[in-house]
């Protein structure tokens, strides 16, 4: 039938269309099936102070092992989760897990990503809260990291569960700092605990000297409203030596340390400091 309606070009991007909506219907049916078969896993990255030493916390991040394909990176499902509303069962499955596994980790900080989506439902805050009851994971070593879109969203519901997480001393990031539309005014707005910025400006030190001054204004900033920066996607020296000399405060990229599985994580438990320990000194020659 295609044919016979067709023009050249009709011919030339339907089937490729086609191809790309029976993908995702083919990874949707697969991920709801990973989710019940226990095909997901949780590896952990550890964020560290920015001497490079201390490790401050970890934050979850979720990893599909499929039989077929191997490990599926998040970036390839969690779009497709989020548009068929999977997403905030896969976030509390992940929340509920990382409490579970995290929460013998002598009081170190964990983080976890959660979706705008997941702040459409007016009572994920209880959610929350009872994945909290069950693990015994206490409220003030749990830092959830959202997005500018978050924000932008505008959500009123979105607003409240966002106070309520805090009221119950949960901590907030702000993920991927610097990528969206970045707002001062929210984050005077939220008073969220901790920025992190994005990796293409950690990644732009010693090639654009606007990346730099970027980050060291977002310091600045950060530091006299006393908001902790996390800078991520650290890779080489350079980036961690810029990024002590503007008094960032915690580091996170694979020149320190990539995501783990759990199973290699105590090499970093060593290492690391509570969440109720004040806040890392460190000796940090420049
Ligand atoms: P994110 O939260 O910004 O996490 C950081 C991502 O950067 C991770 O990718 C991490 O592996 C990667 N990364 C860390 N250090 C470096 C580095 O030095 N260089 C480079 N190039 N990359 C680095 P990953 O694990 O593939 O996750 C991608 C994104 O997927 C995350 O970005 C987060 O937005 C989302 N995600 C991961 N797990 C979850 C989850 O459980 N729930 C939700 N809703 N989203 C998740
Ligand atoms: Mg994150
Ligand atoms: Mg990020
Ligand atoms: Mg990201």
């Known amino acids: 039938r295609a044919k016979a309606e067709g023009r050249g070009n009709v011919q030339i991007f339907a089937p490729s269309m086609e191809r790309e909506v029976m993908r995702r219907r083919d990874l949707e049916v697969d991920l709801r099936r990973a989710l019940a078969e226990g095909e997901l896993t949780i590896y952990y990255q550890p964020q560290f102070a920015v001497d490079g030493e201390v490790v401050v916390g970890f934050e979850a991040l979720v990893r599909w092992l499929q039989p077929e394909r191997g490990i599926v990176s998040p970036g390839e499902f969690v779009p497709i989760a989020e548009q068929t509303g999977l997403i905030t069962e896969l976030d509390m499955w992940v929340l509920r897990n990382a409490c579970a596994q995290a929460r013998d980790w002598g009081g170190v900080k964990l983080a976890v990503n959660l979706s705008p989506v997941d702040f459409r439902r ?165």
């Open 122 to 286: 007016r009572d994920l805050d209880q959610q929350v809260k009872q994945i909290l009851d069950e693990t015994g994971f206490p409220a003030d070593r749990l830092e959830i990291e959202i997005t500018e879109n978050l924000l932008f969203g505008n959500q009123p519901e979105a607003f409240a569960s966002l106070a309520a997480l805090r009221r119950m001393g949960i901590r907030v990031a702000l993920d991927d700092f610097g990528s969206g539309y970045s707002s001062l005014g929210y984050i005077r707005r939220f008073r969220v605990d901790t920025i992190k910025i994005d990796r293409s400006f950690t990644q732009n030190i010693g090639q654009s000297d606007d990346a730099a001054a970027i980050i060291d204004c977002v310091v600045r900033l950060a530091r006299a409203l006393a908001i902790t920066v996390t800078a991520e996607g650290v890779e080489t020296r350079e980036q961690l030596r810029y990024l002590q000399s503007v008094g960032c405060h915690h580091v996170q990229g694979f020149l320190l340390a990539g995501p783990v599985p759990l199973g290699s994580i105590d090499r970093y438990l060593e290492r690391a400091v509570s969440a109720a320990a004040p806040p890392v000194r460190t000796r940090v020659r420049l």
